[in-house]
């Protein structure tokens, strides 16, 4: 069974910073995209960044310039770092990997239960 597991979310001040942190762990043969969605109640879950394998990153518009993915893949671990935050960030943040449980599969995606990231004015 494969889990991802969040931390780094909580409260700060706009123009703060945060650092996001995922872990995947469990049964892996290969990790594929690894990436950032964010959600608020009553809205859809959108895309903040994705990174693939290779370290190719894509971001939302609302956060170019300000938040930056990367990647440790010996250990299966995404990174989100968040400066210049205001409260439109305020969101819980969810992490989400392509993952090959075995050689034998193709990816499947995995979500971690998410971490609360609260912008305060």
């Known amino acids: 069974q494969v889990q991802l597991v969040e931390s780094g979310g909580g409260s700060v001040q706009a123009g703060g910073s945060l650092r996001l942190s995922c872990t995947a762990s469990g049964i892996i043969f290969g990790v594929n995209a690894m990436g950032w969605y964010r959600q608020n109640p009553g809205k859809q879950r959108e895309l903040v960044a994705t990174?693939?394998?290779?370290?190719?990153?894509n971001y939302a518009d609302s956060v170019k310039g300000r938040f930056t993915i990367s990647r440790d893949n010996a250990k299966n671990t995404v990174y989100l770092q968040m400066n210049n935050l205001t409260p439109e960030d305020t969101a819980v943040y969810y992490c989400?990997?392509?993952?090959?449980?075995?050689?034998?599969?193709?990816?499947?995606?995995?979500w971690g239960k998410g971490t609360l990231v609260t912008v305060s004015s």
């Open positions: 990174v693939t394998s290779g370290g190719y990153s």
């Open positions: 989400n990997a392509n993952i090959q449980p075995t050689a034998r599969n193709t990816g499947i995606p995995y």
